[in-house]
């Protein structure tokens, strides 16, 4: 078959407003579209859309469904009507996106249409999740492993731990990094300069640890000040917390949904300080090292698996009061690292991204899966244990490159902010 239709199911669809998912559905669709195969996307309708939605964007075909208004059912209930709807009008693949929606895999399994999971990152590890949506998610992974013709992980760490836990094979397929170079005129709306701060960029979640970051930085004897993006509209008391952890120095600009200046912000930062610790490879980290940015990371596998000799890391906020001293008492350095991490951020190419999805589709459409699949029983991993404080092993001195970056992107604060759920994807 030179030319494939294949379903992209799962997600809140596009145009990518919300996050990884969606840009990556945006990313690869339209590359298949253009290579021309058939790619249907389905989407969640907005509630009280004046416009009618569209049926095609960027060569894909949309197909509109519902979904309940409440968060533990909005990813299922969707998902269940586009399934029923993909099994009525058949592709020749299809890609599921989100292990929580495994439990729908068998009837696209009865319909013979062949299916590859997306499993996304340790979602059962979210604080936002009660004993009974941890439970859920830790079940779903399992069904996954059971009921997919193969599984795709985003990050070689969440690859090992489907090997750990399941002995389950998985389909290694990143996400893409975009290389911007945005300017900085911008940063005079904020009253920033290039340089001249500081970055947070997150959900105020407790695994993105936005608390951990802010506390060391208070700790710190830091001369710039610390930017940080992101709200949280579920998470009050956390935020309250992190906000009394803040001094004057800390400036909390709340959502942002102008991307240029975000991209601004990304790209002129002293160092950008990365909490995420669930996930597999995050969109907003791959953003920040596609800027040029210095990071300084949280210290587990997905992380240092992106920002490898370029990156600092921490895990405690003496961690990161010691890692923000180095930084300002080595600005060289520190801009070394950023353009080291630039040219790291060349290997996250969404081209090859969606030649690894072409391939799969193929493979999918002629059957070339394994007939058997693993048994989906879970096994002990180091994921099931909490992350210890430990002490970071000494950074070695990042290689000496050529002063090659770019000028950068830019953008301005929106007035009345859209709804939470159409910011940039590292804030959500």
């Not at 290997?347 to 391939?359: F, I, K, L």
């Amino acid at each position: 078959m030179s030319q494939l239709s294949i379903a992209l199911v799962g997600t809140r669809g596009v145009p990518a407003r919300y996050g990884g998912f969606e840009t990556a559905v945006e990313e690869v669709g339209r590359r298949l579209a253009g290579r021309g195969h058939r790619v249907v996307v389905y989407c969640r309708t907005t509630p009280g859309a004046q416009e009618p939605p569209p049926a095609e964007h960027l060569g894909m075909e949309l197909v509109h469904l519902p979904a309940a208004r409440r968060r533990s059912l909005e990813t299922l209930s969707h998902t269940a009507l586009s399934v029923r709807h993909l099994v009525a009008h058949r592709t020749d693949a299809a890609i599921v996106f989100n292990s929580a929606n495994s439990p729908l895999l068998p009837a696209l399994r009865a319909a013979r249409i062949p299916v590859a999971t997306h499993v996304d990152g340790l979602e059962w590890k979210r604080a936002k999740w009660g004993p009974v949506g941890r439970r859920y998610y830790r079940v779903a992974e399992a069904l996954a492993v059971r009921w997919s013709d193969v599984l795709i992980a985003d990050a070689e760490g969440i690859a090992e731990y489907y090997r750990e836990a399941f002995a389950a094979p998985t389909t290694l397929l990143t996400y893409g990094a975009p290389l911007i170079a945005p300017g900085s005129h911008r940063l005079a709306e904020l009253g920033l300069e290039p340089g001249g701060y500081h970055l947070a960029v997150a959900r105020f979640e407790p695994e993105n640890h936005v608390d951990v970051v802010v506390e060391g930085y208070v700790a710190s004897d830091a001369a710039k000040p610390l930017v940080v993006v992101g709200s949280a509209p579920y998470a009050d008391e956390h935020t309250r917390r992190i906000h009394a952890l803040a001094d004057d120095r800390v400036r909390f600009l709340g959502g942002v949904w102008d991307q240029e200046l975000l991209d601004q912000l990304y790209a002129n930062c002293a160092t950008y300080l990365h909490g995420h610790s669930v996930g597999g490879t995050n969109p907003s980290l791959l953003r920040a090292i596609g800027a040029g940015a210095a990071v300084t990371a949280f210290d587990v596998d997905f992380n240092r698996e992106v920002v490898r000799d370029s990156g600092r890391f921490f895990r405690t906020p003496q961690d990161v009061a010691r890692e923000l001293a180095a930084v300002e008492a080595d600005p060289e350095g520190t801009r070394r690292a950023g353009r080291r991490a630039r040219i790291l951020a060349a290997r996250y190419d969404w081209d090859e991204v969606a030649s690894g999805y072409e391939a799969l589709a193929r493979r999918l459409a002629a059957r070339d899966v394994p007939r058997r699949r693993p048994s989906g029983r879970r096994r002990p991993t180091a994921a099931d244990l909490p992350l210890a404080p430990l002490p970071v092993p000494a950074r070695p001195a990042a290689p000496v490159v050529p002063d090659n970056v770019v000028a950068l992107p830019t953008p301005p604060l929106p007035a009345p902010a859209p709804s939470w759920g159409t910011l940039p994807a590292g804030q959500q």
